[in-house]
């Protein structure tokens, strides 16, 4: 019976779950051992026809889980009873050169690259996706006016096309260190017991060089008996970079879909979809708050990483069941959580109605600054200027005053300004600086680097 929410697939997706799936896993362990194989005969260390024989039995056609783990139960050691699984079905002339000169983890660890390579492809994809989708809204509302908040209070005025290029800015960022983290991450190892390689021979440097060629792998600069895990640690802690730029994105999109905000709202299925069990009108953000939730988990699991590299001497066993743990949940939720801000983003509806009426809810106090700038470009020093405008805004809110009607009781402004001058000061429309050219500029730039990005992710298959 599934007990996670991933076994159940309610927080996955198929093709990420298959990377992390047991079939798989023996599957990249025995493209190993067939790699290994055959770097041994190119090197002479073998004969040809032993490697062919091992690298045609190295599959799951001839080398079943369900034996693997029969073996298992007996020895209790998954590594080796794969390797046993796959001599026995080798012919005789073969048996002696499986897993020749290497020990468990020169498997585990290059196997795991390899899929951490699949998962790459993916999420890679899918990180590009997303940027696109947020260029398309940065482009759709990039003149859009709305209020800005800071402190979670009205501020100036900005555009949504500006909102949506930050975050499209953000994300690329995170697509940039993805794709220069790539060199160490995917990256195996064959160094045998310790690292030292003593059981490889002389030829050792060369059998790995060639066996990681074969898998598509970068090779160790040097290594112990396992790789070091500050290149696991980058990973999940660059995927929990990711999750939290997520979490950031469906927050605000929680807090602008308020009732008394209105502002946006996720795609509500209103033929179908239920709401709450007690209240049949809620329509909730519910994956927005999804997208938070699970990048809380994956923080916390990533940050575990941290704790597997200080292993002792030249390994220990201790960052094994932990990563059995974290990499395939970590990878699986940040695969799960890309794909549902996709979604979310694509069918966000935006009420432009609300937005207008948010602008203008404070009655212009919301452009004190413009109020400002135009009174020191009057001749009136900033100070002074900034003291009668506070008292001014304080006097709006007391009194319940519309802010322009407050201004033009100060005798000092209303000597320096008229009331046309204080209209197009407090016109939100006119206080949104350069937004619109530098989400025009952000559009641009990340377009073009979307290209390049897309080819560097393709190239790592």
């Not at 989708?133 to 501020?155: D, F, I, N, P």
């Not at 001497?313 to 794909?339: A, C, F, G, K, W």
């Not at 009057?378 to 805004?393: D, M, V």
């Amino acid at each position: 019976m599934a007990v996670c929410p991933i076994d159940t697939m309610r927080y996955a997706l198929p093709e990420m779950i298959k990377i992390f799936s047991e079939e798989n896993t023996l599957r990249k362990w025995l493209e190993v051992e067939a790699a290994l194989a055959q770097a041994h005969a190119e090197v002479g260390n073998i004969p040809k026809e032993a490697a062919d024989e091992i690298t045609k039995k190295a599959s799951l056609e001839y080398v079943k889980l369900e034996r693997v783990k029969e073996i298992e139960r007996e020895i209790q050691h998954d590594l080796m009873a794969m390797v046993r699984a796959l001599t026995e079905v080798c012919e005789e002339y073969a048996q002696p050169y499986v897993h020749l000169g290497v020990t468990s983890n020169d498997i585990k660890d290059t196997a795991l690259a390899l899929q951490l390579k699949e998962a790459y492809q993916i999420i890679g994809e899918k990180l590009i996706e997303l940027e696109s989708t947020l260029l398309e809204l940065s482009e759709r509302y990039k003149e859009l006016v709305a209020v800005g908040r800071t402190h979670g209070q009205h501020a100036n005025p900005i555009t949504y096309g500006l909102k949506f290029s930050v975050y499209a800015a953000e994300i690329g960022r995170h697509i940039e260190r993805f794709i220069e983290a790539k060199r160490r991450i995917l990256v195996g190892k064959i160094t045998g017991a310790t690292g030292t390689q003593a059981a490889l021979g002389e030829k050792g440097i060369e059998i790995q060089r060639i066996t990681l060629e074969k898998l598509g792998l970068q090779v160790p600069l040097v290594t112990t008996q396992i790789l070091q895990r500050d290149r696991h640690a980058e990973f999940l802690l660059l995927l929990a970079l990711i999750a939290s730029t997520l979490e950031k994105i469906a927050t605000e999109i929680r807090n602008l879909q308020r009732t008394e905000i209105g502002e946006v709202e996720e795609f509500f299925e209103k033929r179908k979809q239920v709401g709450s069990s007690a209240m049949p009108s809620k329509r909730n953000p519910i994956k927005s708050e999804r997208i938070c939730g699970i990048s809380r988990v994956i923080r916390y699991l990533a940050f575990s990483s941290l704790e597997n590299i200080p292993l002792w001497h030249e390994r220990d066993l201790t960052n094994s069941s932990s990563e059995r743990i974290i990499i395939p949940h970590v990878v699986i939720l940040t695969d799960y959580i890309l794909s549902l801000m996709i979604k979310v983003l694509k069918t966000l509806k935006v009420n432009e109605a609300n937005v207008k009426k948010n602008l203008y809810l404070t009655q212009g106090l919301n452009l004190s600054e413009s109020v400002l700038t135009l009174l020191v470009e009057k001749g009136l020093p900033r100070q002074k200027a900034h003291e009668l405008i506070r008292i001014a805004a304080m006097n709006a809110v007391e009194y319940q005053k519309p802010f322009k009607d407050c201004l033009l009781e100060m005798d000092d402004i209303r000597k320096l300004v008229s009331e046309e001058d204080l209209d197009h000061a407090l016109k939100p429309e006119n206080y949104i600086g350069t937004a619109i050219k530098q989400t025009e500029n952000a559009i641009s730039f990340l377009r073009r680097k979307i290209t390049q990005w897309r080819k560097e992710i393709l190239n790592s298959s």
